[in-house]
């Protein structure tokens, strides 16, 4: 099993330019989400979801979309980037349950908005 | 709202020395607890994790922590750290949700 795989590793953006991160798990997990990781901040969650058609939001949804149309795969939508989004992005997936599932995450995307 | 903290931001040890990295969250109900590391370029992995039973949780490559509830607190220890132990680690609590609350991070530094 390749797990939790994102592309890009690495990517520059100008303000107001948008592009998608990719984010896909061969482990027919339901459970996907997002985090952005920034000094000093730890993980914070951007959007999740339990299963294809259903996503949500967590603490950090303001200027990113997500969508979940299979179970392997899910998306998150920049549209129209800014410098505060700046960071690392990390995707995670696992089993749905009672939450003490262990979540196994991506190699994370580097993103700079200049 | 529900929060983690991790008090020590940054931690610099010799090799052998003893580790305890603290961790308090704030959610008074039942929860589930965890600590992740990440070693220099990689993703996050999970070192061990705690719900029920007994207090004291065994984790991969020797590291443990405890859970005191009544001290709302879920550190994490290693009594002999080696230099491949540098990376940075995370608490994480889910109180049964979808929502995982992490904490800001320690950097640990093991000089050789």
């Known amino acids: 099993n390749a797990g939790v795989t994102q592309t890009p590793k690495f990517q520059v953006l100008k303000t107001g330019q948008s592009m998608t991160l990719q984010c896909a798990q061969d482990?027919?997990?339901?459970?996907m989400s997002w985090y952005r990781q920034d000094p000093g901040m730890g993980l914070r969650l951007i959007h999740y979801?339990?299963?294809?058609?259903?996503?949500d939001q967590g603490e950090v949804p303001n200027g990113y979309n997500v969508s979940r149309s299979t179970t392997e795969d899910f998306p998150l939508r920049l549209l129209s980037a800014a410098p505060s989004q700046t960071s690392v992005y990390f995707c995670?997936?696992?089993?749905?349950?009672?939450?003490?599932?262990?979540?196994?995450f991506g190699p994370g995307t580097r993103l700079l908005v200049l | 709202a529900q929060s983690v903290s991790q008090h020590n931001h940054h931690v610099i040890l010799s090799e052998a020395a003893s580790l305890e990295l603290g961790c308090n969250y704030s959610?008074?109900?039942?929860?589930?607890l965890f600590w992740y590391v990440q070693y220099p370029g990689q993703h996050l992995q999970l070192l061990l994790k705690?719900?029920?039973?007994?207090?004291l949780v065994k984790g991969i490559k020797g590291f443990e922590a405890e859970f005191i509830k009544s001290k709302f607190s879920f550190n994490l220890r290693k009594p002999s750290v080696q230099w491949s132990d540098t990376a940075e680690y995370f608490c994480?609590?889910?109180?049964?949700?979808?929502?995982?609350?992490f904490g800001t991070g320690t950097r640990l530094k093991v000089l050789a």
């Open positions: 482990m027919n997990h339901e459970y």
């Open positions: 979801s339990v299963g294809a058609g259903i996503t």
């Open positions: 994480a609590v889910n109180e049964g949700t979808y929502k995982y609350i």
């Open positions: 995670a997936s696992r089993r749905t349950g009672t939450g003490q599932e262990t979540q196994y």
């Open positions: 705690y719900f029920s039973g007994d207090p």
């Open positions: 959610y008074g109900g039942t929860v589930n």
